[in-house]
């Protein structure tokens, strides 16, 4: 998470993101880095900002935000509240945003 934000920096959050999300559960120093070379970051810019811890306190929030609503991996999505975790089909967020669509109908 703190390396996207890192690529952030360098208009590249997307890409970078990507990158991350289509590579196997890698979260060493070295595989970020890799990932920031392969798209094109400046890399000392990248290494710098990482090491430098600038946006730890920002992203243990959102860690501590995400557990304390029950996320526990990526996906997560909340609709009105409702939890839908883990890559979904579309059906799946259609129920559910006609259920709550119904409820709203209802009061």
């Known amino acids: 998470m703190a390396a996207e934000v890192t690529s952030n920096e360098q208009r590249q959050f997307w890409a970078y993101h990507d990158k991350l999300y289509s590579a196997p559960a890698q979260a060493s120093p070295e595989s970020l880095t890799l990932f920031a070379s ?19 306190i920002a992203v ?31 059906q799946r967020f259609v129920k559910v945003i006609e259920e709550e669509l119904a409820q709203r109908s209802e009061r």
């Open 38 to 56: 392969e798209i094109g970051l400046d890399l000392a810019a990248f290494k710098n900002c990482l090491a430098s811890g600038k946006y730890k």
């Open 60 to 90: 243990q929030k959102d860690i501590e935000d995400g557990v304390k609503a029950g996320v526990t991996g990526t996906p997560a999505f909340f609709i009105n509240g409702r939890p839908i975790v883990g890559a979904q089909p579309l």
